[in-house]
């Protein structure tokens, strides 16, 4: 299974920007797609899910309103719409594979694709 994220750079706080993920090696239909990002100095932090099953997506409260989720199946492509960027959005972001989108435990990760905003 590879997830490959793409989309990452160098942005200014209030700027909007897009990651995507790609996914070869799996049954993407059938997998809970997520996205997660880890900050300098902290702990991996769960984002957004979107269900395999119907277009069912959730985000934690920290980012709803900010960030969508959203999955094409016939691409095997997962993306996260970031708008509004904050200087502590700055981190490496992750998507990742997992039969269960509402929660954190997901079972394959891509390399993931730094983010930075500056002030």
């Known amino acids: 299974v590879q997830l490959q994220a793409s989309g990452g750079g160098l942005v200014q706080a209030g700027d909007p920007l897009t990651l995507d993920c790609t996914a070869s090696?799996?049954?993407?239909?059938?997998?809970?797609m997520g996205w997660f990002r880890r900050a300098p100095g902290k702990e991996r932090e769960f984002l957004c899910g979107?269900?395999?099953?119907?277009?069912?997506?959730a985000c934690l409260d920290f980012v709803k309103g900010r960030f969508t989720i959203s999955r094409d199946n016939a691409k095997n492509t997962v993306s996260l719409q970031m708008d509004n960027l904050e200087p502590e959005d700055t981190a490496v972001y992750y998507c990742?594979?997992?039969?269960?989108?509402?929660?954190?435990?997901?079972?394959?990760w891509g390399q993931g694709t730094l983010v930075t905003v500056s002030s």
């Open positions: 990742a594979a997992g039969q269960y989108y509402q929660t954190s435990s997901y079972d394959y």
């Open positions: 979107s269900s395999q099953f119907d277009s069912s997506t």
């Open positions: 090696g799996l049954t993407f239909a059938k997998y809970a």
